[in-house]
């Protein structure tokens, strides 16, 4: 069987990487904003000037440039390069991912990542949890130019890698971005919460909120 995983957010917590990181710059600088306020000010920006693949280092620098404006802190640079090393500071994984992906692959399944972002900066992230030997192929926007929730996207994997829809499983964070499109081609998909933040978690057919239980969970799914 193949399984496809994204990684924000689904074997990462980047929402908690953000937050970390604002909070370092909220109190390193002693502004008036705090962590919470400044993720959801980022978050605006970046919904009204989305970063595409090519250009992600301009892209989030011309973000934290407006939310500088926005905050009255005109030394935007300094904020960003303070944001960022600390977010490099809390790359945690998911509790039990490392263990998961050793279950599958002892399991024998292939395992592939699709992900949004420059490969550079996606390879480090696995090479850094230590989980990269376990991929068979990484797959970025930057990569194959073409990013999610672009259907091509998906489909451009699937013949890269040549696989069969009917033994392919995805596993991602976000419907929208990921579920939907990836459904369309008919592929199965499993959707990761940890917190079931959202209350069509609890309605979605296949969900999981722990690493612990994808092997187990999956096992279970194929033997329908």
Known sequence: M???FDIWNTLYNGEAAMLAGFNKVSNGYAL?????????LYKGIYMKMPILYWDIV??????????????????????????HA??????????????????????????????????????????????KKFFSAIYTSEKIQLEKPNILAFSFLLEQEDLDVKETWMIWDSID??????E????????????????????????FT???NLPWMLRSLTKK
């Open 2 to 4: 193949n399984i496809i």
């Open 32 to 40: 008036s904003c705090s962590s919470r306020d400044l993720l959801a």
């Open 58 to 83: 301009l892209g989030e620098m011309k973000h934290f440039e407006e939310l500088s404006k926005q905050i009255g802190f005109y030394r935007w640079e300094t904020l960003y390069e303070t944001y």
């Open 86 to 131: 600390w977010v490099l500071e809390s790359l945690i994984l998911f509790p039990f991912v490392k263990e998961a992906l050793i279950c599958l692959k002892s399991d024998h399944h292939d395992l592939f990542i699709l992900s949004n972002g420059r490969q550079i900066n996606q390879e480090f992230k696995l090479q850094y949890w230590g989980i």
């Open 177 to 182: 971005n990921d579920i939907i499109p990836a």
């Open 184 to 207: 369309n081609l008919w592929i199965r998909t499993l959707l990761f919460n940890e917190k079931k933040l959202k209350d069509w978690f609890i309605l979605w057919k296949n969900g």
């Open 210 to 212: 722990s690493y612990k």
